[in-house]
């Protein structure tokens, strides 16, 4: 029961050696973020050559510290998307390889189960349960009734999260990625521009993030064009304070409505440190067990799509050698109960 598992759905090329959906053997992750910082954003063709010119060496900087050899391996998975089609294949095509070359089976995994399991590596998830995936470019509410059944209950109908925190970021001329630049402004803050929520229809799991965004650019506007000196972290503080407090909300309803046992935060946003502490203290007071992956566990990493491919492993749920990457791949038709 001992998976390699290969991510290279975005702007980071990782490999990881897990053992049992649980244990880390190895969780070697190159980030590009310094590659794509001068750009802004992410480059899709810088990122696909980087993801070539690093994977080989990453893998087998992950069997070698894992401690293994390739002989030792069960099944190799590989993030099947959602994610930048370009970067996806490079990790595919290596995936495919191995496990041609070494005759044990492939699993295409899905990126954001992967972001949900990386809870599984460092706590016990308990069923049903909630999700809160936050990511650059994820916001939802996921239920999973039982192990490794996705149903997704809110959506974002805009921007992501992590996507609003880049954008405001940019218009602040901080650097890329923004998120933790707003969250640190937003922690030192002594003031607050109080801004807008949106909370859509009463009932909603929804999200909506465009609209803040607008808000906060408008502010930013006004003041660059009277001249006027803006307090940037007052503004990064009320913008962190309208994200958090409607996702806060939004969760914990979801939580009782369905009968949640635990609340599972995920994705890169979950590195952030508002939400975490709002969140945090909302479960405390309602008696709900949260459960966020350590900072590094948060963002793009290997190791998390070994802990959602053993799901597949453990029922020998496998993934034909002919298939493709699918940047728009869905995650309820991952649930282990839709195999054919
Ligand atoms: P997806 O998982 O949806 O495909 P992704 O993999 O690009 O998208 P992640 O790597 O999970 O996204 O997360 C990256 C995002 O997390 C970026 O938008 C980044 O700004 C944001 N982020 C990271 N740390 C923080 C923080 N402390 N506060 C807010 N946002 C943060
Ligand atoms: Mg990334
Ligand atoms: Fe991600």
């Not at 750009?39 to 994977?55: C, T």
């Not at 994820?138 to 997704?152: A, I, K, P």
Request: charged residues 20%; proline residues 3%; aromatic residues 4%.
């Amino acid at each position: 029961d001992i998976i390699l598992a290969i991510e290279t759905s975005c702007d980071e090329t990782s490999a990881a050696v897990v053992r049992g959906g649980k244990h880390i053997l190895s969780n070697v992750v190159s980030s590009q973020i310094e590659i794509h910082e001068r750009y802004g954003g992410v480059v899709p063709e810088i990122a696909s050559r980087k993801h070539v010119e690093s994977i080989t060496l990453i893998i087998e900087q992950a069997v070698k510290e894992s401690g293994l050899s390739l002989r030792d391996l069960s099944a190799i998975a590989v993030t099947q998307g959602p994610g930048l089609v370009g970067a996806l294949l490079v990790g595919i095509v290596a995936a495919k390889s191995l496990s041609m070359a070494l005759d044990i089976p492939l699993i295409g995994t899905h990126h954001i189960a992967g972001h949900i399991y990386a809870n599984e590596l460092e706590h016990n998830i308990v069923y049903p349960c909630m999700a809160l995936v936050v990511s650059g470019g994820h916001t939802e509410l996921v239920r999973m009734e039982s192990e490794g059944e996705f149903q997704v209950v809110g959506r974002t109908r805009d921007d992501a999260v992590g996507e609003a925190y880049d954008k405001v970021a940019r218009a602040l001329r901080l650097p890329y990625p923004g998120g933790p630049h707003i969250d640190k402004l937003a922690i030192e803050a002594e003031n607050t521009i109080v801004l807008p929520r949106a909370w859509l229809e009463t009932d909603s799991y929804d999200f909506s993030f465009s609209g803040l965004k607008s808000a906060v650019l408008a502010v930013i506007n006004q003041h660059r064009m009277k001249s006027l000196a803006l307090d940037e972290a007052a503004l990064a503080r009320g913008f962190q304070e309208s994200v958090t407090e409607v996702l806060v909300t939004k969760a914990l309803r979801a939580v009782r409505h369905y009968g949640a046992k635990q609340l599972l935060l995920c994705g890169g946003v979950a590195a952030n440190r508002g939400l975490r502490k709002a969140l945090a203290a909302k479960c405390d007071a309602e008696k709900i067990p949260l459960l966020v992956p350590s900072h590094a566990l948060c963002t793009d990493n290997a190791a998390m799509i070994g802990a959602a491919a053993y799901l597949k492993l453990k029922r020998s749920q496998f993934t034909d050698l002919d298939m493709k990457g699918d940047p728009g791949f869905s995650l309820e038709s991952w649930s282990v109960g839709k195999a054919d």
